[in-house]
């Protein structure tokens, strides 16, 4: 290679890797402003701000979903299947892969109760793809 | 058949997304040559013009 | 440079690359129809559906050969950028501004058949999500270089211009690819790894590998015929150009 092409090849490769290190850094320092997700244990613990908006996540513990005898209510706890577990309040129709044992996300607000009032209930879909028949054979699945 | 198009009410979602992809597919593919025949004719015009 | 092989060397000159090239083109096409046919109608009829997605998984088939072709060609153009500052080949540019919109469209396939999927199995057709936001920004990187030509009127200067923001962007590519494991993301992790295990059952698999493979050739085959007609306009000056506007030769 002439020396000149070696010299322009060396010069992109290093802007490359010092602009992809200053934009990695800068996410990874900017994520915890950014991104109020919350795990259970932190919930539980009291290190959440109340009554603002942030999303939270774990799985939907099983036997706790109680949907309410009039309107749409549903109450569900979410679980870090360890210790940590929090109760989740939501009013709307829950999508179609919401179960009990499946990870789920939830946003809205932490009221002083306890209680996360939940706006919108998203569910988290894992990355394995199971046909029906060999339901339950695989690692975590169905607890 | 009719299982096939609904899919247990999942088909809206499917068949949306499978006729989406194929139509993008197809125009990407006779795009070039719609665009290409365009400019030979443009071409021509041009040299009869000269 | 002396170990190119000569079929490579042919193609690199415009003159020769518009003789040979269009029956790969319909090669290409002919391989890459016959695939996603016979991949998507396995894929939608012959698969049983997933124990808890139900049929919606089916949506799978199209939108991760998609969402990863486009990703790799937003790569390849990083790639002909490098190319083009380094050696100045006249071919890189062309690659460049022919592979934009085929990315273009697939990334925004890729976005559109997501938030399809989302709707039933998430609950939900848009989250601000680490996964989808960095995708949407390869989104806006294909409308740039595509914009970019058309901005700055010098050519060269354009080529130059496009092949920096090729590489720069270049950055969002592994922030798209792990966006899933770093952050706390909707989206679930990536269910086949190169070097890895493959998360999903068999059965499911052979569809998605045809699908795969056929939208690689049929992406190859846009891209080659949009290069061809770029051959065409930019060289209309040559003679042989000129010959065959007169409809002397093909």
């Known amino acids: 290679m002439k020396s000149h092409r070696r010299r322009k090849l060396t010069i992109i490769i290093f802007l490359f890797v010092g602009s992809l290190a200053t934009v990695l850094i800068s996410i990874f320092a900017l994520q915890n402003y950014i991104n109020h997700f919350y795990l259970p244990d932190e919930i539980v613990s009291g290190e959440v701000p109340l009554e603002r908006k942030i999303r939270a996540g774990g799985f939907v513990k099983p036997g706790s979903v109680v949907h309410e005898s009039a309107g749409l209510g549903v109450q569900f706890d979410i679980t870090d299947l360890n210790d940590a577990t929090f109760r ?56 | 058949m009719m299982e096939l198009l609904t899919m247990d009410g999942h088909g809206i979602y499917v068949w949306s997304a499978y006729i989406l992809t194929t139509c993008v597919l197809l125009g990407l593919g006779i795009y070039p040559f719609i665009r290409l025949s365009r400019l030979k004719q443009r071409y021509q015009e041009d040299n009869e013009l000269k | 440079m002396k170990f190119i092989p000569t079929w490579l060397h042919r193609l690199a000159s415009p003159q020769h690359f518009f003789g040979d090239i269009k029956s790969w083109i319909m090669w290409l096409y002919v391989l890459g129809t016959i695939g996603f ?105 294909f409308f740039g270089l595509i914009v970019l030509r058309r901005v700055v009127p010098n050519p060269t200067r354009a080529a130059t211009a496009l092949s920096i923001l090729a590489i720069v962007g270049a950055i969002n590519i592994p922030i798209i690819k792990y966006s899933v494991e770093w952050f706390e993301t909707l989206h679930q992790p990536a269910s086949i790894e190169l070097f890895g295990d493959i998360a999903i059952a068999p059965v499911f698999l052979t569809p998605l590998f045809i699908n795969i493979a056929s939208i690689y050739v049929l992406a190859a085959g846009f891209i080659l015929a949009n290069m061809r007609y770029l051959v065409v306009e930019r060289n209309a000056s040559m003679t042989w150009i000129q010959g065959w506007i007169r409809g002397q030769s093909q």
């Open chain 1, 88 to 143: 989740v309040h939501y009013e709307g129709i829950l999508p179609s892969l919401f179960r009990e044992g499946q990870g789920a996300i939830v946003a809205g607000r932490l009221n002083k109760n306890g209680i996360f009032a939940a706006s919108h209930v998203f569910a988290k879909h894992d990355e394995n793809y199971v046909p029906p028949e060999l339901k339950g054979m695989v690692e975590h699945d169905d607890p």
């Open chain 3, 37 to 141: 046919l016979v991949g998507s109608v396995w894929g939608l009829a012959f698969v049983p559906p997933e124990r808890y997605q139900g049929d919606s998984f089916r949506i799978l088939y199209v939108h991760a050969p998609i969402a990863h072709v486009a990703q790799l060609i937003y790569i390849s153009i990083a790639v002909a950028g490098v190319v083009h500052l380094v050696w100045k080949l006249k071919m890189a540019d062309v690659y460049m501004s022919a592979a934009a919109p085929v990315g273009c469209w697939l990334t925004a396939l890729a976005l559109a058949s997501g938030m399809i999927w989302g709707m039933p199995t998430w609950g939900t057709a848009w989250v601000w999500d680490a996964r989808i936001v960095s995708t949407l920004i390869l989104l806006f990187l």
